[in-house]
């Protein structure tokens, strides 16, 4: 067939996302706003273990870098020197394979808790959960609860409104930059830092206060749930991790079904009616706003404020809880006890994450216990590969960065070995501080013509005269043609 005898393409316009009239000429937008969530206070054991968690996450992260280990600061991350304080250790960026080993660790305790029980970091150890659940208690402290922020919100803007959205925002800023503060002081000594931000001397550290204030303040203030649910990765790849025995909040649909409301002198088996009466505690009580009773979905942090909402339901109307619980999809299908659910918990895949992750730990800890807190660098240099001197000796001349890791000054010797007749023409003993590097140049000689020209392999050997580590480093020794 020629081109010309082909029939022409019709071209189908894409909707844009512009508004259109409607049949009656109204504009209707194809964009749906973002409804606000004004979750509702409960009480209960997931609610208290949420608050503990807080407390305890808080009290570690605004704490830690107060605390002193001997005369520094017990936990800085000291960029500017190349150097972490961690307790009684001094990590270099030598030390790289530790962080390695801890983000490995990490991922795997990521692994196993979500293949145990779904998101239980999600719903009560990440960041944006704990900020927001302070953040959402000043607004409560502030703006009362849930029906009067919702009064307060709908209503006109009077002084007394003015008033209470005023002292909020000045509440959230100031626990912002306290944030944003705290979080700066992990990589600039924080007693040091003060001073530094109100005599604007420090302009990168005035910048990542700022940044993580507004980071905090947006985050936890504003974007809420928004965070979970379009821009943490964690919720989209958190599916390929659950499986049919994974602990996850459930609602038993054979025992909630139908759902209706009624008095609690009814007979609601009589009627045809399951145990849910339809209240929507559980969905005003969730921090992302999903109905839990149509099924597992994305957006739940796995916090169970819907399963504290709806025992306290259960206990009024003396229905026995567990109408939505913690448990797994096998386990709500088969109607299975609490031991016999446990027992498919522990599964191979989670036996197998939990063997791997205690081998890595006893290994870290191990590697870190058996440490020589000595690292040393190697650099030819490059001005003189090789050179002829007095007395009929052939030099190489080296740098190394000698690295002390320990707490006390240290004196080090160094030695090489690996040639006939190789020994150490410059000064043989250096001193270094507490928790310092060093660039130390290092001068080889070897009788002329007692090697072969080429490149000889030979080893450098640091040794600690008062703590006794020693550290041996391999190098090469050039001899011209």
Same mark, same amino acid.
């Given at each position: ?7 022409? /393409? ?16 109204? =504009? ?22 949420? !608050? +503990?968690?807080?407390?305890? @996450?808080?009290?570690? #992260?605004?704490?830690? %870098? ?10 800085? #991350? ?7 304080? *961690? ?8 030390? #790289? ?7 490995? $660790? ?12 779904? /998101? ?49 925002? @000045? ?6 930059? !306290?944030?944003?503060?705290?979080? +700066? ?12 931000? =109100? ?16 980071? @905090?303040?947006?985050?936890?203030? #504003? ?24 602990? $996850? ?51 739940? *942090?796995? &916090?169970?404020? &819907? ?16 109408? $939505? ?10 109607? !299975? ?16 994450? @939990? ?17 020589? %807190? ?63 590097? /060093? ?36 190098? *090469?020794?050039?001899? %011209?043609?």
């Amino acid at each position: 067939m020629k081109s010309s005898d082909k029939a022409p /393409r019709k071209v189908i316009p894409i909707a844009a996302a512009t508004p259109e009239p409607s049949a009656e000429g109204e =504009l209707v937008s194809l964009y749906e706003a973002q409804k606000k969530i004004y979750p509702r206070s409960i009480s209960g054991f997931f609610a208290r273990w949420r !608050w +503990v968690m807080v407390f305890l @996450t808080q009290l570690v #992260f605004y704490g830690l %870098p107060w605390l002193e280990w001997g005369q520094r600061q017990m936990v800085l #991350f000291d960029l500017g020197a190349r150097r972490f304080y *961690i307790f009684g250790l001094v990590l270099y960026p030598q030390d #790289f394979i530790y962080l390695t080993g801890l983000l490995i $660790i990490s991922a795997l305790s990521l692994f196993l808790f979500t293949a145990v029980a779904g /998101r239980l970091w999600c719903g009560f150890a990440c960041p944006q959960t704990v900020y927001t659940e302070i953040f959402m208690w000043i607004e409560h402290k502030i703006e009362g609860d849930r029906s009067a922020r919702l009064r307060l919100d709908a209503g006109p803007w009077t002084f007394e409104k003015i008033r209470k959205k005023f002292l909020k925002q @000045t509440v959230w800023v100031a626990v912002s930059l !306290w944030t944003g503060f705290t979080f +700066v002081g992990y990589f600039v000594p924080i007693r040091e830092l003060g001073p530094e931000l =109100l005599a604007f001397a420090g302009t990168w550290q005035i910048f990542w206060v700022f940044f993580y204030s507004l980071a @905090t303040y947006g985050n936890a203030g #504003f974007l809420r749930e928004q965070v979970c649910k379009y821009m943490c990765p964690y919720a989209r790849f958190q599916s390929a991790m659950f499986d049919r025995d994974t602990l $996850i909040v459930t609602y038993d649909e054979a025992r909630g079904e139908p759902r209706g409301p009624r008095v609690k002198t009814v007979d609601y088996k009589a009627k045809g009616l399951g145990e849910c009466i339809d209240c929507t505690l559980c969905v005003q009580v969730c921090p992302v706003g999903i109905d839990i009773r149509k099924g597992l979905q994305y957006e739940c *942090i796995g &916090c169970g404020l &819907c399963v504290d909402a709806c025992n306290t339901v259960m206990d009024k109307m003396h229905y026995p809880r567990g109408l $939505i619980r913690y448990s797994t999809q096998n386990g709500v299908l088969h109607r !299975w006890s609490q031991s016999q659910i446990l027992r498919h918990v522990l599964r191979p895949r989670v036996l197998i994450y @939990t063997a791997v992750l205690v081998a890595l730990c006893v290994g870290m800890l191990a590697s870190l216990s058996t440490r020589t %807190p000595l690292k040393v660098d190697i650099v030819r240099d490059r001005a003189a590969l090789s050179r002829i001197v007095a007395g009929g000796k052939l030099e190489n001349v080296y740098r190394l960065q000698i690295m002390n890791a320990t707490e006390a000054a240290q004196r080090y010797r160094i030695t090489a070995s690996g040639l006939d007749g190789l020994e150490v023409a410059s000064e043989q003993e250096v001193d270094i501080g507490a928790a310092e590097s /060093r660039w130390v140049a290092v001068r080889l000689q070897i009788p002329y013509g007692s090697a072969a020209p080429g490149s000889h392999a030979i080893h450098f050997d640091i040794s600690a005269l008062e703590s006794g580590g020693k550290v041996t480093e391999k190098s *090469i020794f050039l001899v %011209p043609r």
